[in-house]
């Protein structure tokens, strides 16, 4: 298994040094910038949510709300000695530094799927958000000393209740999180870890959107609270392909299926119905449509799209005996 | 939901003395707790996990052959895991049906056999923290006896409570005289018949069962049952499928030459506790297995129904769920 150690800079620390790439402004080092707080993004060269629309993109969000407007941001590649110092070579990340150059905030891809997306992308949805995230931070909640996401574990016990480190398996990686135990699964994959293919629908284990796999086994992750799942493969929408040895951008037979057969309209339930067909397939379940309805129905299709999700499903499984 | 402290039990002692502080939780499967908690409904300060405690004792979770063909379940065994196993499908079918027709497969995965016979009642007043409630909070009254009422009891009602017990597979449980296996703060262990494991509501709904606050169930026993081969769990709901029943039955039948020599009947949906009937069972046994036999033990079942304002059907329906699982079992 792929493992993929994440020793991103802590929170608290104090940002390395290093020199402005050309675009930004008319100080020349990160040190010049003192007073002003800055956003910091981790990403692969070449990398398309990063180019610069994105930064334009950042740039008026920021200039539209009072205390965003003076924080700077500055884009780097996650190649190279700077990289390096801030513990993230190869991964995208988002680090906010207070005007002190202390690290106040950070975000840290965990990637997708061991072998199969490259664990250093990061959607355009999740680079926005993250930029914007750390400078909301930065301007709104200065004293702040506790990351969202990938925050290290802190030295002292955690008090009843307190967030503490959590080590989930996610499609393969292992990654720590700081999590209160109250935070279920569904809520750590989603706010925590990034990873917003898993739905949440009822938030009460009556429509199956959220469905994930555990050990290899369907559940709900909404009536889970991570910190019990510790120590046990996870495997969300995002990683099933890789799960079942897809490589690359290839697609798992059930997802293949989905596409073929139009196994949704809105598509919501949709990662939800995809999970708890791919694992129910090996459920000693009888082969007839009836069987299929009976299997699935803890996952709930507004829209009414099952009879393409059961035509879907029975393509998947007569691919999987042949 | 409010904040909690979690740990994970890796010792059945040390978690049951933690298990006495009257705000502790024991989490297993957490499908009906966390749902609970986050309705605020339940409010534990802090949630001892015990799905940990299978590393010290693998047992806790599996299922083991007991003399003479019984079976036993470990509590913190998976609802699917019991379900699909073969013995339980060969030796007691009712057993395996009632877990195979309730919940979802991604629920069945996690929810263990403990935490099924201790799930919490539907009851949507139970449920709504704005509601009076006597389950919930003791004196404030019951919104159900008249709210609306469809879902609700018929049987074992008081005056204080009309809330039905949902779980499917406590109906057979209490047919098949299933034992409980429970151990205590003090390192005690018991055994408890299933048939007086959960109480009626009387006048103090908020006690459902009588485990003392700490106790923690190991295992369910079923004992050796030869003509529970022949037994059959009907479940009658809104659906097809992932619904609490409306009315259920479980019925195992030893029929010789013509006669039934031996019966067990028990409903669910209908009563505010796993409801066997041993006068279905008295009516039953020593006649012939026919439609006016079932019709009978069908009317002694539910003689003692109380229907209230919108669950009137529930008397016709659990008497025609009866007569059909009794028929099916006898085919």
């Not at chain 2, 039953?284 to 539910?302: I, K, Q, S, V």
């Amino acid at each position: 298994m792929d493992r993929h150690v994440i020793a991103p800079l802590d929170i608290g620390q104090t940002a390395p040094d290093f020199e402005l790439p050309d675009n930004s402004q008319t100080a020349r080092r990160l040190s010049d910038l003192r007073g002003v707080a800055v956003v910091i993004a981790f990403h692969p060269r070449e990398w398309d949510p990063a180019r610069a629309e994105q930064v334009e993109l950042y740039k008026s969000a920021a200039a539209s709300v009072d205390g965003m407007a003076q924080i700077a941001l500055v884009a780097l590649s996650n190649d190279d000695p700077t990289a390096a110092a801030y513990g993230v070579t190869n991964l995208s990340a988002v680090f906010g530094v207070d005007q002190s150059g202390i690290v106040r905030w950070r975000h840290t891809s965990l990637g997708g799927a061991a072998g199969s997306r490259d664990p250093r992308s990061w959607s355009r949805r999740e680079f926005v958000t993250a930029v914007l995230g750390a400078a909301f931070a930065l301007a709104f909640c200065p004293t702040l000393d506790d990351g969202v996401a990938h925050a290290a574990p802190r030295s002292r016990a955690a008090g009843v209740g307190e967030a503490r480190p959590v080590r989930l398996n996610i499609n393969g990686h292992d990654t720590t999180l700081h999590l209160e135990p109250r935070v279920t699964l569904l809520d750590a994959l989603r706010e925590y870890a990034g990873l917003t293919g898993t739905k949440k629908g009822c938030d009460h284990g009556q429509c199956g959107a959220c469905t994930v796999h555990v050990d290899g086994k369907r559940v709900l992750s909404c009536l889970t609270f991570a910190v019990m799942q510790q120590g046990k493969p996870i495997v969300s929408i995002e990683g099933l392909a890789a799960s079942a040895g897809a490589s690359g951008d290839a697609l798992h037979p059930v997802q293949q299926a989905f596409i073929k057969h139009d196994g949704f309209q809105c598509g919501y339930c949709t990662p939800g119905q995809i999970m708890s067909a791919s694992a129910m397939l090996n459920e000693p379940w009888g082969v007839s449509d009836d069987d299929v309805r009976e299997a699935m129905s803890g996952n709930i299709c507004r829209c009414g799209a099952y009879p393409g999700i059961v035509a879907a499903i029975q393509e998947a499984r007569r691919g999987q005996t042949q | 939901m409010i904040s909690f402290d979690y740990v994970a039990a890796d010792d059945l002692d040390a978690a049951a003395r933690a298990g006495t502080a009257s705000t502790a939780r024991f989490v297993a499967g957490g499908t009906t707790l966390i749902d609970l908690m986050k309705l605020d409904v339940e409010r534990p300060t802090l949630l001892i996990d015990l799905n940990s405690l299978t590393r010290r004792d693998p047992s806790m979770s599996t299922i083991t052959d007991l003399p003479g063909g019984g079976l036993r379940l470990g509590a913190l065994a998976r609802m699917g895991d019991v379900a699909w196993d073969e013995r339980v499908r060969r030796a007691f079918p009712f057993v395996s049906q009632s877990l195979l027709l309730a919940a979802s497969g991604q629920l069945r995965n996690v929810a263990t056999i403990g935490g099924n016979v201790l799930q919490r009642t539907r009851c949507p007043y139970f449920r709504d923290t704005a509601a009076p409630c006597n389950k919930r909070e003791p004196g404030s009254g019951c919104s159900a006896l008249h709210g609306f009422n469809r879902t609700h009891a018929i049987l074992g009602t008081s005056s204080s409570c009309i809330a039905t017990h949902p779980s499917d597979l406590a109906v057979a449980l209490v047919a098949l005289d299933a034992t409980v296996r429970v151990r205590g703060a003090r390192k005690n262990e018991r055994t408890i018949p299933f048939t007086a494991f959960h109480v009626l509501p009387g006048s103090q709904p908020s006690r459902e069962t009588i485990l003392q606050h700490g106790e923690v169930i190991t295992a369910i026993d079923l004992p050796p049952l030869g003509f529970a081969k022949r037994s059959v769990y009907l479940k009658v709901r809104d659906r097809a499928s992932y619904a609490f029943a409306l009315a259920s039955a479980a019925v195992a039948l030893d029929i010789d030459g013509g006669r039934i020599r031996e019966a067990r009947v028990a409903l669910g949906g209908v009563g505010t506790k796993p409801w066997r009937s041993t006068e279905a069972e008295r009516v039953l046994r020593g006649r012939a297995p026919n439609d006016a036999t079932y019709r009978a033990a069908a009317e002694a079942a539910l003689a003692g129904a109380r229907p209230q304002k919108d669950n009137a059907f529930k008397i016709s329906l659990a008497k025609r769920t009866l007569v059909r699982a009794l028929t099916e079992v006898a085919a």
